[in-house]
């Protein structure tokens, strides 16, 4: 049996690990931590207005009025869980919410 701190370390190495698969996640991100968190915003309000007609519509305005790469961004959010507006608020905002806290 492991020593409490022997768990400690491997609680410390696995952190670590975790640490560094976001970083990487992060930095390979077509858009911003902030960006991403303003769309979180956006979708928020305009979803409670308006529904989601199960579409990505709301996010590809949003992407266009900010000139952001609307293809790059919208294949990685559907990658992500987020193939429709409710999804992307629904699925990738709970992936990236604590980064965005952390980081904004």
């Known amino acids: 049996m492991a020593s409490k701190e022997e768990k400690r370390r491997r609680a410390a190495l696995v952190q670590a ?32 207005e308006h529904g989601c007609d ?10 266009a009025k900010r000139n952001l790469n609307q293809e790059v961004i919208l294949s990685w959010l559907a990658d ?15 992936s990236w919410e604590s980064e965005i806290i952390k980081n904004t």
């Open 17 to 48: 690990i975790v640490d560094e698969d976001t970083k990487r996640a992060i930095a390979e991100m077509p858009i911003s931590l902030k960006e991403l968190g303003s769309l979180f915003d956006f979708l928020d309000v305009k979803l409670g």
């Open 80 to 94: 992500s869980g987020g193939g429709c507006d409710c999804e992307v608020l629904a699925n990738v905002e709970e």
């Open 54 to 63: 199960h579409s990505a519509k709301l996010t590809s305005n949003y992407l």
